[in-house]
């Protein structure tokens, strides 16, 4: 099979297209014909050695932790009514996904109608997973006044759908005009370029004295701080990522001046979330599958152009979801 290879840490150029044996599950394993991998921000982190000792893969390997497609395959002891199902799976550390074919632990599987969508089954698994837990923790409500931070990434176009949906007001905010007209498009009632530097000031100007109620950050540092200090008193500021490469600053004594609250959504609290993620997932494929929720599919890259999605992905020149086609 056609598989993307790293042998070293670095840049993009280390993912190699290369001709591998075909994978075979052990037990409890199935073995998926891969439709569509996710390609993810965490997986230019792994990429380069930087994501620290939980996901440190070992070298040789194939990235990709997000897959659809159909089981060809199984294992010893594995139910074999799984043969020829079409299947998502988050395939955890391991990885595996920038291939033609990849195992996964059947117990990781979930079973997709025949005409589910492969790339927006793969978006939901791993991305619409992230976002159950960060709307599990804001609880979103009619009369909330919602500013979303990178409003046009995958995660982004899903919460201003869901928060639309609920009944607040939405702030999308994201860098430059096709990335606004994107939050527009999923339910932004308003939708702000936060390259500019007076972008706060438009936000409070365009909400006409309201205060923000509720700030979902996914970029922290910069952006992230002049986020929360839009919050009003006993607004909640709910952290799910640093993409600007650092988290927002903050501290006690914003608590205790500003009456707010913060947490993060994602980290210690969604991996040692009782229960476990399973139940988001299926949370996600199940809006998904109702239309509650649609995820944007940015861009669509084949198998061999794996380094060529990472450099777009680092660049932030993707929106939404980006994929892999083997």
């Known amino acids: 099979m056609r598989a993307i290879r790293q042998h070293a840490f670095g840049g993009p150029e280390e993912l190699r297209l290369e001709e591998v044996p075909d994978p075979h599950p052990s037990a409890g394993q199935v073995r998926i014909r891969v439709e569509s991998a996710g390609v993810h921000l965490l997986d230019t982190v792994i990429r380069q050695g930087a994501g620290g000792p939980r ?4 070298l040789p390997m194939t990235p990709g932790r997000e897959v659809a497609g159909t089981v060809d395959e199984v294992g010893a002891g594995t139910d074999t009514g799984l043969l020829g199902r079409r299947v998502v799976a988050d395939l955890g550390p391991p990885s595996g996904g920038y291939a033609e074919l990849a195992l996964a632990p059947a117990a990781s599987v979930h079973v997709l109608p025949d005409d589910a969508d492969a790339d927006c089954a793969v978006a939901m698994v791993g991305t619409g997973r992230t976002t159950m837990a960060i709307l599990e923790l804001a609880a979103p409500a009619a009369g909330d006044v919602v500013l979303v931070t990178a409003a046009a990434g995958g995660i982004g176009t899903l919460l201003v759908q869901a928060c639309h949906a609920a009944g607040a007001t939405v702030v999308g905010v994201a860098g430059g005009p096709g990335k606004t007209a994107l939050a527009r498009r999923t339910g932004a009632d308003h939708a702000i370029d936060y390259t500019r530097p007076d972008w706060p000031d438009r936000v409070r100007r365009s909400l006409e004295g309201r205060p923000v109620t509720l700030v979902l ?5 910069r952006i992230g701080r002049s986020a929360l200090e839009l919050l009003g008193v006993t607004g909640r500021l709910v952290m799910f990522g640093s993409s600007s490469g650092s988290l927002t600053e903050l501290s006690a004594a ?14 210690a609290r969604i991996l040692q979330r009782p229960g476990g993620t399973r139940t988001l997932e299926h949370d996600a494929l199940q809006a998904l599958h109702d239309g509650r929720l649609v995820p944007v599919i940015g861009q669509r890259f084949a198998l061999a152009d794996a380094a060529a999605a990472h450099t777009a992905l680092q660049s932030r020149a993707t929106t939404g979801k980006t994929v892999l086609r083997p």
Do not use: E, N, W
């Open 217 to 221: 950050d996914g970029v922290g540092g």
């Open 254 to 267: 914003d608590l205790f001046s500003r009456g707010i609250s913060a947490a993060s959504a994602v980290g």
């Open 55 to 58: 996901v440190a893969p070992r």
